[in-house]
């Protein structure tokens, strides 16, 4: 019998409101930041800015060597891009050259040949063009099951990474790490073998494993916004390992325009600089998801409008974490911050609204839950298209609440508007659609209509 329970909205992605799927713990985290002395001045350089967080989880200015170099050394446990121009990147990349947190340094400048002189005496330095001598990566990891079905059902797709990737070129060492980590019954082990071609272009990848702690690990940086199109899955009995091949796209294949659009469409400009902080939420790592949150917090400016994003990230962590009401207090900071800056039909404050809805269903507060349900229905019908997921999914709150009330005969009504919905806008086969119908079968077993809950 499918839960009747609310539907979460994640204000990620296209916010489609779902029951978040927590996946294994995979991803590196890389913090990028650029010291230029006009970095926040010039139109060139804000442009810049612009481009790095449409494809980045979070970038940091510095105008000051001293400040950014003081940063680098407090961020001990991090893994450091660090971009510079010519005359302050002469002053600070000989101090911080050797730092272990510090991976690669990018020089971003107009004067090459200056720049070369001292550039050349420095190995963390990653030049522009691309490396044939690597013509293989692999990367070993374990995923959970439902992850990896997303994966095998997107053969000859493209993949995005929206961040950087540790990969090796031994695939002896990815296979050994894949095998000797913990995989539970829930999760496949996975060797990804990546087809690095001469002809790839630009920021694509850099050879660091002379700056691993682990010189023998032959690492090998996948740099963020990189794309990959997956060509085959198949297991491997003898080692009992799925693999994976992807090839990695050149910047120019003509058909990944179709890709960043859609890319740009589902993300939204807005949400780049959190969404580091939402996978690790959905990954179910909570106390890293805070850090990120707050950490953010702490570097925006009071009017930045990404902080009601931040509040709302830190609301889903403390509810998912059963701290109702430090989730309560975090959803209506965001929506206070919002009804003064946005207009009062705008899908992020219903967005808001449904989130509250969810933490006084959680607290038992039904009245209290319909009333926000309401509130974010009324914008939705106003805001959104009529067939639009987001509507369906508060009428299934709405529905839910309802039927945790012996209110059979409204949730009925709620999840058959939700219903009709759901099958003009969604795939026939899509869970959601099964998830409805479930519920409703559930209601008519409830109210001794066993026919009609076999239907």
């Not at 850099?206 to 090998?220: H, K, N, V």
């Not at 707050?294 to 403390?318: M, Q, W």
Request: proline share 3%.
């Amino acid at each position: 019998m499918a839960s009747s329970n609310p539907q979460a909205t994640k204000w990620t992605n296209t916010n489609i409101e779902q029951q978040s799927h927590k996946q294994g713990q995979n991803l590196e985290t890389f913090a990028l930041l650029w010291l230029d002395q006009n970095v926040n001045k010039s139109k060139d350089n804000l442009e810049t800015q612009a481009q790095l967080r449409r494809s980045i989880n979070c970038l940091l200015t510095f105008e000051s060597a001293i400040e950014c170099e003081e940063h680098i050394r407090e961020r001990k446990d991090e893994k450091i891009v660090l971009i510079v121009s010519g005359r302050l990147g002469r002053e600070i990349v000989p101090r911080v050259h050797d730092l272990s947190q510090l991976s690669a340094i990018y020089v971003y400048c107009m004067d090459q040949t200056t720049n070369e002189r001292w550039a050349k005496f420095h190995e963390k330095l990653i030049k522009e063009s691309s490396d044939t001598k690597i013509s293989r990566l692999y990367r070993g990891q374990v995923m959970s099951k439902d992850e990896f079905s997303r994966i095998r059902s997107s053969i000859g797709e493209f993949i995005s990474i929206n961040s950087f990737l540790s990969t090796t070129r031994s695939r002896n060492k990815a296979l050994d790490f894949a095998q000797s980590a913990q995989c539970g019954a829930q999760n496949e082990r996975v060797l990804f073998n990546i087809k690095v071609e001469s002809r790839i272009k630009a920021k694509s990848f850099a050879d660091i494993s002379r700056l691993s702690y682990f010189p023998g690990e032959q690492e090998t940086l996948i740099m963020l916004g990189s794309i990959f199109r997956l060509e085959s899955v198949h297991y491997d009995k003898e080692q009992e390992i799925w693999l994976a091949d992807l090839d990695l796209c050149n910047e120019d294949d003509h058909d990944l325009k179709q890709v960043f659009d859609h890319m740009k469409k589902e993300m939204g400009s807005e949400t780049t600089l959190i969404s580091l902080g939402n996978l690790f939420w959905e990954m179910g790592d909570m106390n890293k998801a805070e850090n990120y949150y707050k950490r953010l917090l702490n570097e925006l400016t009071v009017s930045d409008f990404v902080i009601p994003y931040c509040h709302v990230g830190l609301g889903n962590v403390a509810r998912d974490n059963g701290e109702y009401d430090l989730a309560f207090m975090n959803y209506d900071k965001a929506l206070k911050i919002r009804i003064k800056a946005l207009p009062p039909d705008h899908p992020d404050i219903a967005n808001t609204y449904n989130n509250i809805g969810i933490v006084q269903w959680n607290k038992g507060e039904y009245d209290l839950a319909l009333m926000n349900y309401d509130k974010a229905l009324k914008i939705r019908i106003k805001a959104l298209p009529p067939d639009h997921p987001h509507i369906a999914s508060t009428y299934n709150n709405i529905g839910a609440l309802h039927q945790n009330k012996g209110e059979y005969d409204l949730a009925l009504m709620n999840y058959d508007k939700a219903l009709k919905i759901k099958i003009k806008a969604l795939p026939p086969d899509h869970p959601d659609i099964a998830s409805t119908y479930n519920n409703i079968g559930a209601l008519h077993q409830y109210k001794g209509e066993y026919d009609l809950a076999l239907m």
